[in-house]
Protein backbone atom coordinates (compact mmCIF):
# COMPACT_ATOMS: atom_id res chain seq x y z
CA UNK A 1 0.00 0.00 0.00
CA UNK A 2 2.32 2.35 1.52
CA UNK A 3 4.60 1.43 -2.46
CA UNK A 4 1.30 2.31 -4.17
CA UNK A 5 1.03 5.74 -2.52
CA UNK A 6 4.61 6.86 -3.25
CA UNK A 7 4.49 5.97 -6.53
CA UNK A 8 1.30 7.88 -6.98
CA UNK A 9 2.89 10.96 -5.47
CA UNK A 10 5.35 10.81 -7.94
CA UNK A 11 3.16 10.74 -10.47
CA UNK A 12 2.57 14.47 -9.98
CA UNK A 13 5.97 15.52 -10.19
CA UNK A 14 7.10 17.25 -13.88
CA UNK A 15 10.20 16.17 -15.18
CA UNK A 16 11.98 18.70 -17.55
CA UNK A 17 15.29 18.99 -19.11
CA UNK A 18 16.94 22.33 -19.86
CA UNK A 19 19.47 22.77 -22.15
CA UNK A 20 20.39 26.79 -23.94
CA UNK A 21 23.55 26.44 -26.12
CA UNK A 22 23.09 30.15 -27.33
CA UNK A 23 26.76 32.09 -26.41
CA UNK A 24 25.56 35.76 -25.19
CA UNK A 25 27.77 38.66 -25.65
CA UNK A 26 25.82 41.50 -24.08
CA UNK A 27 26.60 45.29 -23.49
CA UNK A 28 27.95 48.35 -25.47
CA UNK A 29 30.91 46.99 -26.76
CA UNK A 30 29.37 43.30 -27.39
CA UNK A 31 30.07 43.44 -31.35
CA UNK A 32 33.55 43.49 -30.87
CA UNK A 33 33.06 39.71 -30.28
CA UNK A 34 31.62 38.70 -33.71
CA UNK A 35 35.66 38.90 -34.03
CA UNK A 36 35.89 36.04 -31.97
CA UNK A 37 32.59 34.06 -33.61
CA UNK A 38 33.33 34.55 -36.92
CA UNK A 39 36.47 32.30 -37.52
CA UNK A 40 34.64 29.13 -36.24
CA UNK A 41 32.85 29.39 -39.26
CA UNK A 42 33.22 28.98 -43.29
CA UNK A 43 33.70 31.50 -45.34
CA UNK A 44 30.59 32.43 -46.94
CA UNK A 45 28.17 34.56 -44.30
CA UNK A 46 24.61 35.51 -45.53
CA UNK A 47 23.79 38.83 -43.88
CA UNK A 48 20.46 39.56 -42.92
CA UNK A 49 18.19 42.41 -42.15
CA UNK A 50 15.04 44.10 -42.81
CA UNK A 51 13.85 47.10 -43.93
CA UNK A 52 16.47 50.28 -43.88
CA UNK A 53 17.04 50.99 -40.05
CA UNK A 54 20.58 49.37 -39.93
CA UNK A 55 21.64 51.24 -42.59
CA UNK A 56 19.88 54.71 -41.16
CA UNK A 57 21.57 53.85 -37.54
CA UNK A 58 24.60 52.87 -38.87
CA UNK A 59 24.59 49.36 -37.27
CA UNK A 60 25.13 48.17 -41.12
CA UNK A 61 28.66 49.73 -41.81
CA UNK A 62 29.82 48.46 -38.31
CA UNK A 63 29.09 44.97 -39.17
CA UNK A 64 30.29 45.07 -42.62
CA UNK A 65 33.79 46.40 -41.31
CA UNK A 66 34.31 43.36 -39.13
CA UNK A 67 33.40 41.32 -41.59
CA UNK A 68 35.23 42.66 -44.04
CA UNK A 69 38.57 42.63 -41.48
CA UNK A 70 38.02 38.89 -41.27
CA UNK A 71 37.62 38.21 -44.98
CA UNK A 72 34.15 37.17 -44.99
CA UNK A 73 32.45 36.60 -48.26
CA UNK A 74 29.10 38.26 -48.02
CA UNK A 75 26.00 38.03 -49.60
CA UNK A 76 22.70 39.55 -48.32
CA UNK A 77 19.02 38.96 -47.81
CA UNK A 78 17.25 42.29 -47.00
CA UNK A 79 14.46 43.50 -46.66
CA UNK A 80 13.19 41.49 -44.29
CA UNK A 81 9.59 42.84 -43.14
CA UNK A 82 7.59 42.77 -40.15
CA UNK A 83 5.74 39.49 -39.43
CA UNK A 84 7.82 37.56 -42.40
CA UNK A 85 6.10 35.87 -45.03
CA UNK A 86 6.63 32.54 -46.34
CA UNK A 87 7.41 34.21 -49.39
CA UNK A 88 10.35 36.07 -48.34
CA UNK A 89 11.30 33.03 -46.78
CA UNK A 90 11.37 31.04 -50.10
CA UNK A 91 13.30 34.12 -51.72
CA UNK A 92 15.81 33.96 -49.02
CA UNK A 93 16.44 30.47 -49.12
CA UNK A 94 17.44 30.53 -52.66
CA UNK A 95 19.56 33.33 -52.13
CA UNK A 96 21.58 31.27 -49.06
CA UNK A 97 21.77 27.59 -51.68
CA UNK A 98 22.90 29.83 -54.57
CA UNK A 99 25.81 31.29 -52.17
CA UNK A 100 26.28 28.29 -50.54
CA UNK A 101 26.27 29.88 -46.80
CA UNK A 102 28.15 28.63 -43.70
CA UNK A 103 26.93 31.36 -41.55
CA UNK A 104 23.43 32.86 -41.13
CA UNK A 105 24.08 36.54 -39.74
CA UNK A 106 20.97 38.28 -38.65
CA UNK A 107 20.91 41.54 -37.62
CA UNK A 108 17.66 43.22 -36.48
CA UNK A 109 14.20 42.77 -34.53
CA UNK A 110 12.46 39.15 -33.99
CA UNK A 111 11.16 39.31 -37.41
CA UNK A 112 14.73 38.72 -38.44
CA UNK A 113 16.00 36.68 -36.12
CA UNK A 114 12.70 34.74 -36.48
CA UNK A 115 13.42 34.29 -40.66
CA UNK A 116 17.17 33.31 -40.23
CA UNK A 117 15.62 30.42 -38.16
CA UNK A 118 13.42 29.21 -40.81
CA UNK A 119 15.80 30.25 -43.67
CA UNK A 120 18.57 27.65 -41.24
CA UNK A 121 16.20 24.78 -41.61
CA UNK A 122 14.92 25.06 -45.22
CA UNK A 123 18.38 25.38 -47.16
CA UNK A 124 18.98 21.53 -47.01
CA UNK A 125 14.98 20.54 -46.95
CA UNK A 126 14.05 18.90 -49.90
CA UNK A 127 10.46 19.09 -48.74
CA UNK A 128 7.97 22.26 -48.89
CA UNK A 129 8.95 24.13 -45.84
CA UNK A 130 5.92 25.49 -45.04
CA UNK A 131 4.28 22.53 -45.42
CA UNK A 132 6.58 20.61 -43.50
CA UNK A 133 7.33 22.68 -40.43
CA UNK A 134 3.90 25.13 -40.16
CA UNK A 135 1.48 22.78 -40.92
CA UNK A 136 2.80 19.14 -39.97
CA UNK A 137 4.90 20.83 -37.50
CA UNK A 138 7.47 18.45 -38.25
CA UNK A 139 11.13 18.78 -36.99
CA UNK A 140 13.92 19.61 -39.56
CA UNK A 141 15.65 15.58 -41.02
CA UNK A 142 18.48 18.02 -43.15
CA UNK A 143 21.57 19.45 -42.17
CA UNK A 144 20.95 23.19 -40.21
CA UNK A 145 22.74 26.01 -41.45
CA UNK A 146 24.37 28.31 -38.23
CA UNK A 147 22.56 31.26 -37.27
CA UNK A 148 24.54 34.18 -35.14
CA UNK A 149 21.82 37.24 -34.45
CA UNK A 150 22.52 40.96 -33.82
CA UNK A 151 19.65 42.21 -31.72
CA UNK A 152 18.08 45.59 -32.35
CA UNK A 153 14.98 45.20 -30.78
CA UNK A 154 13.92 43.96 -27.55
CA UNK A 155 10.78 42.00 -27.10
CA UNK A 156 10.51 38.61 -28.51
CA UNK A 157 13.19 36.26 -27.19
CA UNK A 158 14.37 35.28 -30.32
CA UNK A 159 17.70 35.55 -29.52
CA UNK A 160 17.92 32.79 -27.39
CA UNK A 161 14.84 30.47 -28.46
CA UNK A 162 14.27 28.31 -31.49
CA UNK A 163 10.79 29.75 -31.94
CA UNK A 164 9.94 30.84 -35.37
CA UNK A 165 6.87 32.60 -36.87
CA UNK A 166 6.07 32.77 -40.55
CA UNK A 167 2.52 34.13 -41.97
CA UNK A 168 1.06 33.49 -44.76
CA UNK A 169 -1.36 36.09 -46.24
CA UNK A 170 -2.36 34.13 -49.11
CA UNK A 171 -4.12 31.64 -46.35
CA UNK A 172 -4.27 34.44 -43.25
CA UNK A 173 -2.51 32.29 -41.42
CA UNK A 174 0.35 33.08 -38.88
CA UNK A 175 2.04 29.99 -37.68
CA UNK A 176 4.96 29.78 -34.87
CA UNK A 177 6.92 26.68 -34.46
CA UNK A 178 9.54 26.33 -31.57
CA UNK A 179 12.01 24.06 -33.02
CA UNK A 180 12.99 21.25 -30.36
CA UNK A 181 16.32 20.80 -32.11
CA UNK A 182 18.97 22.59 -30.36
CA UNK A 183 20.57 23.66 -33.35
CA UNK A 184 17.88 25.74 -34.99
CA UNK A 185 18.96 28.23 -32.10
CA UNK A 186 21.13 31.09 -33.05
CA UNK A 187 24.93 29.63 -31.80
CA UNK A 188 25.71 33.35 -30.47
CA UNK A 189 23.50 36.31 -30.28
CA UNK A 190 25.10 39.78 -29.77
CA UNK A 191 23.00 42.01 -27.42
CA UNK A 192 23.85 46.16 -27.07
CA UNK A 193 21.43 48.12 -25.62
CA UNK A 194 22.25 51.07 -27.21
CA UNK A 195 21.61 49.28 -30.06
CA UNK A 196 17.56 49.46 -29.30
CA UNK A 197 17.86 53.79 -28.99
CA UNK A 198 16.86 54.32 -32.10
CA UNK A 199 13.17 52.91 -31.97
CA UNK A 200 10.33 54.37 -32.39
CA UNK A 201 8.73 54.95 -29.08
CA UNK A 202 5.62 52.76 -30.58
CA UNK A 203 8.13 50.01 -31.37
CA UNK A 204 9.45 50.50 -28.05
CA UNK A 205 6.28 49.93 -26.00
CA UNK A 206 5.35 47.22 -28.07
CA UNK A 207 8.19 45.13 -27.69
CA UNK A 208 7.95 46.14 -23.90
CA UNK A 209 4.36 44.46 -23.59
CA UNK A 210 5.84 41.50 -25.68
CA UNK A 211 7.97 40.61 -23.21
CA UNK A 212 5.10 40.96 -20.13
CA UNK A 213 3.10 38.83 -21.55
CA UNK A 214 5.69 35.78 -22.14
CA UNK A 215 6.19 36.07 -18.68
CA UNK A 216 2.54 36.49 -18.39
CA UNK A 217 1.66 33.16 -20.61
CA UNK A 218 3.72 30.94 -18.66
CA UNK A 219 2.92 32.38 -15.43
CA UNK A 220 -0.99 32.06 -15.67
CA UNK A 221 -0.56 28.67 -15.36
CA UNK A 222 -1.02 25.85 -12.44
CA UNK A 223 -1.86 26.21 -8.49
CA UNK A 224 1.41 24.57 -7.72
CA UNK A 225 4.27 26.32 -5.55
CA UNK A 226 7.24 26.65 -8.98
CA UNK A 227 10.73 28.35 -8.51
CA UNK A 228 9.46 29.54 -12.22
CA UNK A 229 7.02 31.60 -11.00
CA UNK A 230 9.33 33.31 -8.40
CA UNK A 231 11.65 34.38 -11.42
CA UNK A 232 8.41 35.43 -13.62
CA UNK A 233 7.66 37.73 -10.69
CA UNK A 234 11.23 39.35 -10.30
CA UNK A 235 11.57 39.56 -14.57
CA UNK A 236 8.13 41.22 -14.47
CA UNK A 237 8.70 43.73 -11.85
CA UNK A 238 12.14 44.14 -13.22
CA UNK A 239 10.20 44.94 -16.51
CA UNK A 240 7.70 47.59 -15.21
CA UNK A 241 9.83 49.66 -13.36
CA UNK A 242 12.68 50.11 -16.48
CA UNK A 243 9.70 50.47 -18.71
CA UNK A 244 8.16 53.70 -16.91
CA UNK A 245 12.08 54.93 -16.92
CA UNK A 246 12.26 54.45 -20.65
CA UNK A 247 8.85 55.59 -21.27
CA UNK A 248 9.67 59.26 -20.05
CA UNK A 249 13.36 59.30 -21.10
CA UNK A 250 13.67 56.53 -23.65
CA UNK A 251 17.52 56.79 -24.43
CA UNK A 252 18.41 55.77 -20.64
CA UNK A 253 20.60 52.74 -21.03
CA UNK A 254 20.34 51.48 -17.56
CA UNK A 255 16.66 51.18 -17.83
CA UNK A 256 17.13 49.95 -22.21
CA UNK A 257 20.01 47.12 -20.84
CA UNK A 258 16.96 45.73 -18.16
CA UNK A 259 14.29 45.68 -20.69
CA UNK A 260 16.97 43.74 -23.42
CA UNK A 261 18.24 41.47 -20.59
CA UNK A 262 14.48 40.46 -19.07
CA UNK A 263 13.21 40.08 -22.91
CA UNK A 264 16.11 37.39 -23.15
CA UNK A 265 14.99 35.64 -19.66
CA UNK A 266 11.19 35.89 -20.07
CA UNK A 267 11.68 33.53 -23.50
CA UNK A 268 14.83 31.39 -23.54
CA UNK A 269 12.85 28.43 -21.97
CA UNK A 270 14.09 29.10 -18.51
CA UNK A 271 10.71 30.05 -16.59
CA UNK A 272 8.51 27.60 -18.71
CA UNK A 273 10.46 25.04 -16.81
CA UNK A 274 7.75 22.82 -15.30
CA UNK A 275 4.91 24.88 -16.10
CA UNK A 276 1.98 23.86 -18.77
CA UNK A 277 2.08 27.33 -19.67
CA UNK A 278 -1.26 29.03 -21.45
CA UNK A 279 -0.08 31.04 -25.19
CA UNK A 280 -3.40 31.55 -25.27
CA UNK A 281 -3.26 35.57 -25.85
CA UNK A 282 -0.16 34.54 -28.49
CA UNK A 283 -2.79 32.85 -30.27
CA UNK A 284 -5.73 35.10 -30.26
CA UNK A 285 -2.85 37.98 -31.36
CA UNK A 286 -1.05 36.02 -33.92
CA UNK A 287 -4.66 35.24 -35.58
CA UNK A 288 -5.18 38.75 -35.16
CA UNK A 289 -1.73 39.44 -36.88
CA UNK A 290 -2.50 37.16 -39.51
CA UNK A 291 -5.58 39.36 -40.83
CA UNK A 292 -3.65 42.81 -40.55
CA UNK A 293 -0.29 42.28 -40.41
CA UNK A 294 -0.05 44.56 -37.09
CA UNK A 295 2.56 45.06 -34.75
CA UNK A 296 2.89 42.00 -32.64
CA UNK A 297 3.40 43.48 -29.37
CA UNK A 298 0.17 45.52 -29.95
CA UNK A 299 -2.35 42.82 -31.25
CA UNK A 300 -1.24 41.20 -27.38
CA UNK A 301 -1.85 44.25 -25.80
CA UNK A 302 -5.24 45.10 -27.38
CA UNK A 303 -6.84 41.10 -26.57
CA UNK A 304 -5.27 40.99 -23.42
CA UNK A 305 -7.33 42.82 -20.33
CA UNK A 306 -11.09 41.02 -21.92
CA UNK A 307 -8.77 37.88 -22.27
CA UNK A 308 -7.75 37.97 -18.29
CA UNK A 309 -10.78 38.85 -17.34
CA UNK A 310 -12.67 36.45 -18.40
CA UNK A 311 -10.06 33.63 -17.41
CA UNK A 312 -9.77 35.48 -13.70
CA UNK A 313 -12.29 33.01 -11.63
CA UNK A 314 -10.53 29.88 -13.48
CA UNK A 315 -7.02 31.11 -11.98
CA UNK A 316 -7.98 33.11 -9.02
CA UNK A 317 -5.71 32.20 -6.71
CA UNK A 318 -2.89 32.97 -9.43
CA UNK A 319 -4.44 36.31 -10.31
CA UNK A 320 -4.60 37.12 -6.53
CA UNK A 321 -0.65 36.27 -6.19
CA UNK A 322 0.13 38.24 -8.93
CA UNK A 323 -1.76 41.40 -7.63
CA UNK A 324 -0.06 41.46 -4.62
CA UNK A 325 3.62 40.40 -5.50
CA UNK A 326 3.79 41.87 -8.88
CA UNK A 327 1.67 44.61 -8.21
CA UNK A 328 1.93 45.50 -4.30
CA UNK A 329 -1.64 45.59 -4.31
CA UNK A 330 -2.79 45.80 -0.58
CA UNK A 331 -5.03 42.48 0.37
CA UNK A 332 -6.29 43.70 3.74
CA UNK A 333 -9.80 43.17 4.48
CA UNK A 334 -10.53 42.24 0.80
CA UNK A 335 -12.19 39.71 -0.97
CA UNK A 336 -9.90 37.25 -3.06
CA UNK A 337 -11.23 38.49 -6.21
CA UNK A 338 -11.51 42.47 -4.99
CA UNK A 339 -7.58 41.91 -4.91
CA UNK A 340 -7.23 40.08 -8.15
CA UNK A 341 -9.46 42.82 -10.15
CA UNK A 342 -7.50 45.34 -8.48
CA UNK A 343 -4.22 43.54 -10.03
CA UNK A 344 -5.99 43.70 -13.38
CA UNK A 345 -6.57 47.56 -13.13
CA UNK A 346 -3.20 47.79 -11.91
CA UNK A 347 -1.85 46.53 -15.54
CA UNK A 348 -4.35 48.52 -17.44
CA UNK A 349 -3.23 51.67 -15.75
CA UNK A 350 0.36 50.71 -16.52
CA UNK A 351 -0.66 49.86 -20.13
CA UNK A 352 -2.13 52.69 -20.46
CA UNK A 353 0.37 55.25 -19.08
CA UNK A 354 2.73 53.35 -22.03
CA UNK A 355 -0.18 54.10 -24.26
CA UNK A 356 -0.72 50.18 -25.79
CA UNK A 357 -2.98 49.48 -28.09
CA UNK A 358 -6.11 48.64 -25.96
CA UNK A 359 -8.90 48.04 -28.29
CA UNK A 360 -9.21 45.96 -31.78
CA UNK A 361 -10.77 48.59 -33.78
CA UNK A 362 -7.33 50.99 -33.57
CA UNK A 363 -5.86 47.87 -34.90
CA UNK A 364 -8.21 48.19 -38.03
CA UNK A 365 -10.13 45.06 -37.04
CA UNK A 366 -13.37 45.27 -38.14
CA UNK A 367 -16.48 43.25 -37.52
CA UNK A 368 -16.42 41.06 -40.63
CA UNK A 369 -13.22 40.05 -40.27
CA UNK A 370 -14.28 38.74 -36.52
CA UNK A 371 -15.20 35.11 -37.36
CA UNK A 372 -12.38 34.51 -39.46
CA UNK A 373 -9.83 35.35 -37.01
CA UNK A 374 -11.59 33.00 -34.75
CA UNK A 375 -11.28 30.63 -37.11
CA UNK A 376 -7.91 31.03 -37.37
CA UNK A 377 -7.15 31.34 -33.32
CA UNK A 378 -5.12 27.84 -32.52
CA UNK A 379 -6.90 26.91 -29.27
CA UNK A 380 -4.32 25.74 -26.40
CA UNK A 381 -5.12 22.84 -23.11
CA UNK A 382 -2.84 24.64 -20.73
CA UNK A 383 -4.21 27.40 -19.24
CA UNK A 384 -6.98 27.86 -16.43
CA UNK A 385 -9.45 27.61 -19.07
CA UNK A 386 -9.60 25.61 -22.71
CA UNK A 387 -12.02 28.30 -24.75
CA UNK A 388 -14.59 27.67 -27.27
CA UNK A 389 -15.50 29.25 -30.79
CA UNK A 390 -18.22 31.13 -28.62
CA UNK A 391 -16.09 32.67 -25.95
CA UNK A 392 -13.44 33.37 -28.27
CA UNK A 393 -15.77 35.56 -30.16
CA UNK A 394 -17.24 37.45 -27.13
CA UNK A 395 -13.83 37.95 -26.02
CA UNK A 396 -12.43 39.73 -29.50
CA UNK A 397 -15.75 41.49 -29.48
O1 LIG B 1 12.87 46.58 -40.86
P1 LIG B 1 13.62 47.63 -40.11
O2 LIG B 1 13.92 48.81 -40.95
O3 LIG B 1 14.82 47.08 -39.42
O4 LIG B 1 12.61 48.22 -38.99
C1 LIG B 1 12.15 47.46 -37.88
C2 LIG B 1 10.67 47.10 -37.99
O5 LIG B 1 9.99 48.01 -38.79
C3 LIG B 1 12.17 48.34 -36.67
N1 LIG B 1 13.43 48.30 -35.92
C4 LIG B 1 14.07 47.24 -35.40
N2 LIG B 1 15.16 47.62 -34.74
C5 LIG B 1 15.23 48.97 -34.86
C6 LIG B 1 14.14 49.40 -35.62
N3 LIG B 1 13.94 50.71 -35.91
C7 LIG B 1 14.84 51.60 -35.44
N4 LIG B 1 15.89 51.24 -34.68
C8 LIG B 1 16.12 49.96 -34.37
N5 LIG B 1 17.17 49.63 -33.59
O6 LIG B 1 11.15 47.86 -35.81
C9 LIG B 1 10.12 47.28 -36.60
C10 LIG B 1 9.67 46.01 -35.94
O7 LIG B 1 10.68 45.04 -35.95
P2 LIG B 1 10.33 43.51 -35.69
O8 LIG B 1 11.57 42.73 -35.81
O9 LIG B 1 9.17 43.11 -36.53
O10 LIG B 1 9.81 43.53 -34.18
P3 LIG B 1 9.83 42.43 -33.06
O11 LIG B 1 11.16 42.31 -32.46
O12 LIG B 1 8.71 42.76 -32.17
O13 LIG B 1 9.51 41.05 -33.81
C11 LIG B 1 8.18 40.67 -34.08
C12 LIG B 1 8.09 39.34 -34.79
O14 LIG B 1 8.57 38.26 -33.95
C13 LIG B 1 7.53 37.28 -33.79
C14 LIG B 1 6.26 38.09 -33.97
O15 LIG B 1 5.15 37.31 -34.27
C15 LIG B 1 6.63 39.03 -35.10
O16 LIG B 1 6.49 38.41 -36.35
N6 LIG B 1 7.69 36.59 -32.50
C16 LIG B 1 8.72 35.73 -32.31
C17 LIG B 1 8.89 34.99 -31.18
C18 LIG B 1 10.00 34.02 -30.95
N7 LIG B 1 10.85 33.71 -31.86
O17 LIG B 1 10.15 33.48 -29.89
C19 LIG B 1 7.94 35.06 -30.07
C20 LIG B 1 7.07 36.27 -30.13
O18 LIG B 1 5.94 36.02 -29.35
C21 LIG B 1 6.65 36.68 -31.50
O19 LIG B 1 5.55 35.90 -31.95
ZN1 LIG C 1 5.30 37.56 -28.29
Redesign the pocket.
Known amino acids: MKAILTLCQYKRFINFSYCNPTKLYFGDESLKYLNEELPKYGNNVVLI??????KK?GIYDEVMKILKANNKKVAEISGVM???TVDKLYEGVEIARKNHADLLLAV?????C?YVKAVAVSINCDEEPWQKYYINFEEPTCDIIPVGCIL??A????EM?A???ITNPHTHQKI?HVFQDEKVMPRFSILNPK??L???HY?MV??IY?IFN?ICEQYFSNDDDNTSDYISEGLMKSVINSSRIANKDSQNYEARSNIMWSATWA?NTLISRAKSTDWMV?MLG?AV?AFTDAT??MTLSAVSLPYYRYIMPYGLNKFKRFAINVWDVDAKDKTDEEIALEGLKAIEDWMNELNLVMHLKDLNVTEDMIEGIVNATIIMQGGYKVLNHEEIVNILK
Open positions: YGKNSINPNPGGGSVNTMGTGSNGAVGYTTLPQAGDHLHQGHG
